[in-house]
């Protein structure tokens, strides 16, 4: 069984560009969770989404924004891209009460 | 609002011996999960071990286990019979709700030395 996939892995932009990450979920799998990790701030959590609906949403600025597919693959927006947003940006998928990660999406902002 | 606090940002073992890592946490919910997820340097977050709150009974799986304290809102892991491919940085996390939100500590570096 795959697991959790995020691409890119890498990505490099411009302040006040706009980026968008992807993540396909394991398959099966309906909830898809996005967390920010920054050295000063630890992991934080961003939103949730489970069957294409927005459940939770953390304490970030309206510039992060996300959606799920049908297919339960879920993209996240970051618009007006700040030097502050610069992190590791992780995705995990669930079934129940379990959290699978993928490997991280890392964003430099410059 | 929930909090998880790891009071601990480095603690380091020597091979084959045992180590606590220390959790605490704060939550209004009844029913809530915690969580316990090792990051080595790939930065791939792996599930150690996970404990429901409504059961008393101590989670373990294999070399890993928990000492959960349910009054003193207190969740450490304890890895026995550590080894070199241990050392990572543990996180320590609450889901309460089932909401699908993990709230996770700072996170315990441990380094295991041969």
């Known amino acids: 069984k795959a697991g959790v996939t995020q691409t890119p892995r890498y990505l490099i932009k411009t302040r006040g560009q706009q980026v968008t990450l992807s993540c396909s979920p394991i398959?099966?799998?309906?909830?898809v969770s996005w967390y920010q990790q920054t050295p000063g701030q630890g992991l934080q959590f961003l939103f949730e989404?489970?069957?294409?609906?927005?459940?939770n949403k953390g304490n970030f600025p309206g510039r992060f924004s996300g959606r799920q597919f049908s297919n339960s693959r879920s993209e996240m927006n970051v618009s007006t891209l700040e030097l502050g947003d610069s992190a590791l940006y992780l995705c995990?998928?669930?079934?129940?009460?379990?959290?699978?990660f993928g490997q991280g999406t890392r964003l430099t902002v410059v | 609002a929930q909090t998880v606090t790891q009071s601990q940002p480095e603690m380091s073992v020597q091979e084959a011996e045992t180590v606590t890592l220390s959790c605490t946490y704060d939550?209004?919910?009844?029913?809530?999960?915690l969580f316990w997820y090792k990051q080595p340097p790939s930065r791939q977050m792996i599930l150690v071990i996970r404990?429901?709150?409504?059961?008393?009974q101590n989670a373990t799986e294999n070399r890993f286990s928990v000492n959960f304290q349910k009054a003193a809102k207190s969740f450490s892991l304890k890895i026995s019979d550590s080894q070199l491919g241990d050392a990572a940085m543990y996180f320590c996390?609450?889901?309460?709700?089932?909401?699908?939100?993990?709230?996770f500590g700072q996170g315990t570096t441990l380094q295991v030395k041969p």
């Open positions: 996390a609450c889901d309460s709700g089932n909401t699908g939100k993990l709230i």
């Open positions: 989404y489970f069957s294409e609906t927005q459940r």
């Open positions: 398959s099966g799998h309906r909830s």
């Open positions: 939550t209004s919910e009844s029913d809530y999960y």
């Open positions: 404990q429901e709150a409504y059961k008393q």
């Open positions: 995990a998928s669930s079934t129940g009460n379990e959290a699978f």
